[in-house]
């Protein structure tokens, strides 16, 4: 797979990780008034990453997209660190995966932009 390619995966996987984490937010400060301080917490954290994530999408931005997924990866990690704590299956396995499929598609990323940097000289 060309680093043009890989780069738009990884964009599109870190986007769909900002933009998840933009939903529940936004579904928990709309849904649940008890909780409605943490959840607008939530949406100031989640927002500015997901439009970080959408402007590095646009700019093609290759360092912006790697560091954006890193974070985004270690957010959704500690993301399912709280589910487990809950035990609440839903909310460990899905953040779990999410963080698992964006630092995959970020090192696969990598490697590929090492290896056309190396080509190129």
């Not at 738009?8 to 409605?36: D, K």
């Not at 990453?49 to 985004?72: D, E, F, K, N």
């Not at 704590?85 to 964006?102: E, M, N, Q, R, S």
Request: charged residues 15%; positive net charge.
């Amino acid at each position: 797979m060309r680093t043009k390619s890989l780069f738009y995966l990884c964009a599109s996987v870190t986007c769909l990780n900002a933009l998840t984490s933009v939903g529940f937010s936004l579904a928990i400060l709309m849904g649940q008034p008890l909780m409605e301080a943490a959840a607008m917490y939530a949406v100031a954290r989640s927002v500015p990453l997901a439009l970080a994530a959408l402007i590095a999408t646009a700019r093609r931005s290759h360092s912006g997209i790697v560091v954006l997924g890193l974070l985004l990866a270690l957010i959704q990690a500690c993301d399912a660190i709280v589910g487990w704590v809950l035990h609440d299956a839903g909310k460990t396995i899905g953040p779990l995966v999410l963080a698992v499929l964006t630092l995959v598609t970020v090192i696969i990323f990598l490697r590929r932009d090492r290896l056309d940097t190396l080509e190129a000289r």
